[in-house]
């Protein structure tokens, strides 16, 4: 059984930080890349951030380079996306999701994440960012 655990939401202050977690099961996680989407009300579903398991290779969304980073921690089998210098406008729910890569690419990674094309969806945390 394939489980993608989002944890880590909450509300913050503009200015604030918040880690999310991403814990994975049920495939080899070392196959897959594993992708941080959000969705704001009213708003579709977009790729906010991205990275290889194998290689490490990482894409980020234009709207929070240099303010997020994504990780991943294989051993644990996790992903994490740290979000630094928080904005009302990234209030959204966070959705982590995996995509079979068996071969590290960067440009597929980088089709994968804005064109949402993931295998595994899990369930989202709310992040809310006050001004």
């Known amino acids: 059984d394939v489980q993608l655990q989002a944890s880590g939401g909450g509300l913050v202050q503009a200015g604030g930080s918040l880690r999310l977690s991403c814990a994975a099961s049920?495939?080899?996680?070392?196959?897959?890349?594993i992708g941080w989407f959000r969705q704001a009300p009213g708003k579709e579903r977009e790729g906010v951030s991205c990275?290889?398991?194998?290689?490490?290779?990482?894409y980020y969304a234009d709207s929070v380079k240099g303010r997020f980073t994504i990780s991943s921690d294989n051993a644990k089998n996790t992903v994490y996306l740290q979000m630094n210098s928080l904005k009302p406008e990234d209030t959204a729910v966070y959705y982590c999701?995996?995509?079979?890569?068996?071969?590290?690419?960067?440009?597929?990674?980088?089709?994968?994440?804005?064109?949402?094309?993931?295998?595994?969806w899990g369930k989202g945390t709310l992040v809310t960012v006050s001004s």
């Open positions: 999701a995996a995509a079979r890569m068996r071969v590290p690419n960067v440009l597929l990674l980088l089709r994968l994440c804005r064109a949402l094309r993931m295998d595994y």
């Open positions: 049920g495939f080899t996680f070392d196959d897959y890349a």
């Open positions: 990275i290889s398991s194998s290689d490490g290779s990482t």
